[in-house]
């Protein structure tokens, strides 16, 4: 298997679990054992793909853009919980929550949201400070869409080449290097530490043209290719100046307290600034003095 | 994709662990069954010839993965495997 890429397979849905698990989990070696009769064709076994749910026909559908729809959901329960009250000798062996008033430790889980949420797996701890934890927890959930898109996230650097001249018509080179980034911020009285990525960008050509949201962040080209097309280059039509940026979408995760990521149901827009592009139009002719010998020729 | 174990390579452990299995079963407008399945894979360790260990993979949180499936002449065939979660 090279690059992560396995090559699809007909073969009996029993073995097919266990060939393909090992690659979701990042294994990418030879499969020893597997059956002779095992073949290998066609689409393959991918990794990364934007999945969502289509809420028109409930069928899991892969989007080329667009926020991802996870199926797994969280949950938390307060440990060592009985009733309304905590078993102290249930938490005698477990960490304290004691760095400010009201610390509860919480166990998260996770599972399908399909699934009966009574059979999600342990997910990790964390300490939650409040009163009421599940509550403050209900109430971060129902804020950090906008928290995130008030984080100072860094969209990118936006390059284009050539810049700041290029030719009309030629094809300008567009791309964006960005990076993950984290926050970490008090929300409620309780850390909170969120992870902006960045997921797609719209490229903002200045002369009334956008293209994206798109996936490719685009790459630099060398100069001797200066001018011809690449995924995310742009041809202009006419002469003059041109402000150009890039808003790049960001997809988040949140933790609490150290706990469980989740993923933010919403996304994040941050646009480069804008830098001026000038189109220009290159002529050639034939001169057959220099402008010592006649100023009047064209182009002295 | 080769037999790693003909040219000395073997892997140990890695045990799955099919958490959840959760289909609709009804067909997609592809002709194909959707099917999530949520699994963890125990701790793998890759040998190489001689016993050298080249790498050790550690338990990782269970993931997502869609199986999406036809069913012909009695046989299902999964034509597209991604994982969609981790």
Sequence with gaps: VKDGILRSFCVPLAISLSVVGSFALGVQVAIAGLEEDAEWIGEGVKFGGNWTLDPATNDWVDRPVGLPNSPIGYRYDVVCRVADNIDVGCMASKRSCNEAKGGRLVQWYAGLKTEDPATWDPAGES?????????????????????FQRRPVEAGVLTVQPSPHTLIRAHTNFYVKSREQIFDLELLGQDVRIVATPTEYTRHYGDGTSHGPASDPGAPVDTQSWGEQTATSHAYQETGDYPVSVTVHYSGEYSVNGGQLIPIDGRGEFTTGEQTISVWRSETRNVADDCNENPASWGC | MKKGFASGDWLAGGNFN?????????????????????????????????????????????GVQIMEATYRDGEWTAENVETIAE
């Design chain 2, 18 to 62: 099919i958490r959840a299995v959760e289909s609709t079963f009804t067909r997609t407008d592809r002709g194909r069954y959707q099917v999530l399945i949520r699994l963890s894979q125990r701790e793998v360790t890759s040998y190489g010839p001689g016993g050298k260990v080249y790498a050790v993979i550690e338990e990782a949180p269970p």
């Design chain 1, 127 to 147: 300490c939650i400070y409040s009163e009421e934890p599940v509550d403050v927890m209900d109430e971060i959930a129902g804020i950090i869409v906008r928290e």
